[in-house]
């Protein structure tokens, strides 16, 4: 069964100034999705900066967010959101290589597409998996805690 983001989770991080709802977020999604990334092979650094951008995303965001009580309907969004910093972040990229190379030609659309071709059913099924991680992660270091 899929790990789902707590419901009152959701409703609190929609109050930017609720720094304990904010920080228990963090603590689940920041690691989750470096793994993510670097699994996509994205360096530390570059990975850092897609993370800022999609916590960014989801703050400006979450207030309008609406899960339809869909099981998974926030990972799915975050993995929306991943998926397109991402590919963003490869035609930045791409463009940089371009550039760099004096190779500077404007690509059609349809070649979008083969900058990177991680899909969001990837990335969702991806962030199921490091979620799960996180969470028994979090669970043991808890357990932990308590024993010492």
């Known amino acids: 069964m899929s790990p789902d983001t707590r419901p009152s989770l959701l409703l609190r991080i929609r109050n930017a100034a609720d720094q304990l709802a904010w920080e228990e977020f963090l603590a689940t999604y920041e690691p989750t999705l470096r793994r993510v990334l670097r699994s996509k092979g994205v360096q530390s650094a570059d990975a850092d900066e897609l993370i800022q951008e999609v916590l960014l995303t989801v703050l400006r965001s979450i207030p309008t967010f609406q899960s339809n009580q869909r099981v998974g309907a926030f990972r799915r969004w975050i ?10 972040f490869r035609r930045r ?45 979090q669970a043991t270091q808890a357990v932990r805690n308590m024993i010492h």
């Open 93 to 137: 990229q791409k463009s940089r290589e371009d550039r760099h190379l004096k190779l500077a030609q404007r690509s059609h659309p349809d070649d979008l597409w083969q900058v990177d071709s991680t899909t969001i059913e990837d990335l969702d099924k991806d962030l199921d998996l490091q979620l799960e991680h996180q969470i028994f992660f």
């Open 79 to 88: 993995a929306t959101i991943l998926q397109t910093k991402l590919l963003d």
